[in-house]
């Protein structure tokens, strides 16, 4: 460990072990009641918000999977594939995420509109499915969708060595482009369900003081993809090519199998999805919601200072 993951964790102890209730303020702190040592005494508020942040890792760390198994080998597919949709029109290989951002505009409003109100009326669920329940159907769409590519694979490589190219990864062979729609189609009704349940799991389980830092998590979280997702493809490259075999990721698509390392992170999903049941399970419920405020004290829902008159 570096010196900064050091000064990290011994961060992290002091606050957890420090804390105090300040009883006499002349003699620990300073006249504005602030704390007189901040890094041998911390607020009880202050370990609170450190055990709020510590509180939601766990579930923060399922969703990188998700996104991470988003990054498809689709364009390499889909330029071996009959991309011809009507007349001389070719659907272009890269713009399948086309598809999921369609997939998304229609899942969020339908889920909104017509999903809610039904789960309300005949399941006395006023606000539809709960924040983990978003999050672990979106997870399950994942697996489907990795399931779907393997198996739409294995029928692409197939055919490509059947129609004898397998030694030419360039050559287009007579199955549609279309056979990837449905891999997409999954990934974006898992993204109309697992990012709002994390979001709503964030804001949940953090103070209001800090619920600023519940999009910070999430995009903290979009930075952590990207290594996850280079180190995997890196690891089953490497391994996978040990001894002068064809690795599963080869230039040569037709010789690799790509359908095995969607098998892969298939597994990894199921995987990804017990542990997410074990994180629920250790959570225990839900926190209550918050009662609103009544109409006679409409004032308390804001915190404000009067501003002085001219």
Same mark, same amino acid.
């Given at each position: 460990m570096n010196n900064l993951q050091w000064v990290t964790i011994i961060f992290f102890y002091r606050c957890l072990n420090k804390a105090c209730i300040i009883r006499n303020p002349e003699t620990v702190s300073n006249p504005d009641a602030s704390v007189l040592d901040p890094w041998n005494q911390c607020t009880v508020g202050q370990v609170e918000s450190l055990k709020s942040l510590l509180r939601v890792l766990p579930m923060w760390s399922t969703g990188i999977f998700m996104v991470a198994s988003q990054a498809t080998f689709s364009t390499v597919q889909a330029n071996t594939m009959d991309r011809r949709l009507f007349?001389?029109?070719?659907?272009?290989?890269?713009?399948?995420?086309?598809?999921?951002v369609i997939t998304v505009s229609i899942i969020i409003p339908t889920y909104d509109r017509v999903m809610v109100p039904l789960l309300a009326k005949y399941m006395s669920m006023p606000r539809g499915f709960s924040c983990r329940s978003r999050i672990g159907i979106g997870l399950l769409f994942v697996c489907a969708s990795k399931a779907t590519s393997a198996v739409v694979e294995t029928m692409r490589r197939n055919a490509a060595i059947e129609e004898g190219f397998e030694d030419q990864p360039d050559s287009v062979i007579h199955m549609s482009v279309l056979w990837?729609?449905?891999?997409?189609?999954?990934l974006g009704i898992a993204?109309?369900?697992?990012?709002?349940?994390?979001?709503?799991f964030f804001y949940t389980y953090i103070p209001k003081s800090m619920s600023s830092f519940a999009m910070a998590l999430?995009? /903290?979280?979009?930075?952590? %993809? #990207?290594?996850?997702?280079? /180190?995997?493809?890196?690891? %089953? #490259?490497?391994?996978?090519s040990v001894g002068g075999n064809e690795s599963w990721l080869s230039t040569n698509i037709n010789k690799g199998h790509l359908n095995y390392?969607?098998?892969?992170?298939?597994?990894?999903?199921?995987?990804?999805?017990?542990?997410?049941?074990?994180?629920c399970?250790?959570?225990g419920p839900a926190p209550q919601q918050k009662l609103e405020p009544s109409a006679g004290k409409e004032e308390e829902k804001f915190d404000y200072t009067e501003l002085p008159t001219s």
């Amino acid at each position: 460990m570096n010196n900064l993951q050091w000064v990290t964790i011994i961060f992290f102890y002091r606050c957890l072990n420090k804390a105090c209730i300040i009883r006499n303020p002349e003699t620990v702190s300073n006249p504005d009641a602030s704390v007189l040592d901040p890094w041998n005494q911390c607020t009880v508020g202050q370990v609170e918000s450190l055990k709020s942040l510590l509180r939601v890792l766990p579930m923060w760390s399922t969703g990188i999977f998700m996104v991470a198994s988003q990054a498809t080998f689709s364009t390499v597919q889909a330029n071996t594939m009959d991309r011809r949709l009507f007349g001389t029109f070719k659907m272009p290989a890269g713009s399948f995420n086309l598809v999921i951002v369609i997939t998304v505009s229609i899942i969020i409003p339908t889920y909104d509109r017509v999903m809610v109100p039904l789960l309300a009326k005949y399941m006395s669920m006023p606000r539809g499915f709960s924040c983990r329940s978003r999050i672990g159907i979106g997870l399950l769409f994942v697996c489907a969708s990795k399931a779907t590519s393997a198996v739409v694979e294995t029928m692409r490589r197939n055919a490509a060595i059947e129609e004898g190219f397998e030694d030419q990864p360039d050559s287009v062979i007579h199955m549609s482009v279309l056979w990837l729609v449905p891999e997409f189609v999954f990934l974006g009704i898992a993204e109309g369900f697992n990012p709002v349940g994390q979001v709503e799991f964030f804001y949940t389980y953090i103070p209001k003081s800090m619920s600023s830092f519940a999009m910070a998590l999430f995009t /903290l979280q979009l930075a952590a %993809v #990207d290594i996850f997702g280079n /180190l995997l493809v890196s690891i %089953v #490259d490497k391994v996978t090519s040990v001894g002068g075999n064809e690795s599963w990721l080869s230039t040569n698509i037709n010789k690799g199998h790509l359908n095995y390392y969607y098998a892969l992170l298939t597994c990894l999903g199921i995987l990804n999805y017990l542990y997410f049941l074990a994180i629920c399970w250790a959570y225990g419920p839900a926190p209550q919601q918050k009662l609103e405020p009544s109409a006679g004290k409409e004032e308390e829902k804001f915190d404000y200072t009067e501003l002085p008159t001219s």
